[in-house]
Every structure is written in C-alpha cells, then in structure tokens.
C-alpha cells in the first residue's frame, strides 16, 4: 500500500508542477513580462581553410648571395639534409610547424593577399652538423619574415622574399596516411 501512495503522491506532484508553470506563463503573457522572440542556435565561427592547408615537402631553398657583383638567389645545397623538411599548415588552429633538417618549429600564421606572415615561431634546440645547421638558420631566418605566396596547380608552393625562396610540394593525403604493403611470400 506504501508503494501505491506514493506513486500517487508522486503523479499528483507532478501535476501541480505542470499547473503551476501554466499559471506562471500565463501571467508573464499577461503582464507583457514575456516577448516572443525568434530562437537561434548558437552561431559557430566558420573556419575558412586556406589554400596552404596540410604537409608541404621542401625541393629547395634559395639564399641572397651577396658575393656576387649583383646580389640574386643562389640555390643552396641540401644534399647533406637526411632528414625530411617540410611545413605543415593547419587552419583550423591558424597554426604552422616545421621540420628544418634537425629541428622543428611551430608558429601561428595569417594568410592574407598572397602574403604569408608567421608569428613568433617556437624551435625545438637540437645541435646537428655543421651543415644542416646552415640550411635549418637559412630557413628559420627566411621564414619569420613577410613571404610572398604562389601556388601552382594545387602542388607546388613558393614561398619567396627578397632574401629567400622555398619551393615545396604538396603531400597527397593518401600518402600521409598510406596502408602499410603486405608481407611477400
């Protein structure tokens, strides 16, 4: 019989509850205390992607030579460079990283007009060879200023200044996610 009451108790609560809240809105309708408005869900910023969006390979770099009678772009020599060297560009977190040859780096980015501006970069301290520290200084040196931005047929990305050039090429996503090949018999 306990069990009966208090479902009853219960139901009636509830009902209650409901009249009560009723009552209140009426009320508030009444005395002009609620306006109808138009419910909107909140709006959620649109994250543009940029042309720039995921793993650029480097193919070359270039320096200003100053030896020279008229300073131009000199290629630089990459052959000692083992490790892959590449920038990778996220756009949701507005945020760019690095490998340069033995270290790597992170840094906020903004692409506007072609022109491509990273913020302060962060870079990890490893000491490598003589020279793939000369190519990793070119490229940080080079990368924390102004770079015009041109990008040929959706696979090719120069990055280039007055004092520096970095052509690179665009990782195909199945290749960064590439199956592992069965085991031959």
Same mark, same amino acid.
């Given at each position: ?11 009636? !609560? ?9 009552l209140a809105a009426g /009320? ?7 306006? #109808? ?5 909140? =709006?959620?910023? #649109? $994250? ?6 995921? +793993?650029?390979? =480097?193919? *070359? $770099?270039y320096q200003l030579d ?11 020599? /990459? +052959? !000692? $460079? ?5 920038? *990778? ?10 490998? &340069? ?10 692409? *506007?007009?072609?022109?491509? &501006?990273?913020?302060?970069?962060? /870079? ?10 000369? $190519?990793?200084?070119?490229? &940080?040196?080079?990368?924390?200023? *102004? ?20 052509? /690179? #090429? ?14 031959? +018999?």
């Open positions: 019989m306990k069990g009966k009451n208090m479902q009853r108790v219960s139901a009636l !609560n509830g009902v209650k509850i409901g009249v009560a809240t009723l /009320l508030l309708v009444a005395c002009g205390g609620a306006k #109808e408005e138009a419910v909107t869900a909140p =709006v959620q910023e #649109e $994250v543009v992607v940029s042309p720039l969006e995921g +793993k650029w390979v =480097v193919k *070359e $770099v100053k030896k020279k009678k008229k300073p131009t772009l000199s290629k630089v020599n /990459l +052959k !000692n $460079v083992k490790s892959e060297m590449y920038l *990778e560009f996220s756009s949701a977190e507005g945020q760019v990283g690095a490998a &340069t040859g033995c270290n790597t780096l992170g840094a906020n980015f903004t692409y *506007e007009n072609e022109k491509l &501006t990273l913020g302060h970069p962060a /870079l990890t301290q490893k000491s490598c060879g003589k020279a793939v520290m000369n $190519v990793e200084k070119i490229m &940080t040196d080079g990368l924390v200023n *102004e770079l015009n931005v041109a990008i040929a047929e959706e696979k090719t990305l120069t990055l280039d200044n007055p004092n520096f050039k970095l052509v /690179l #090429e665009k990782v195909a996503v199945a290749e960064e996610v590439a199956p592992a090949e069965p085991a031959k +018999k």
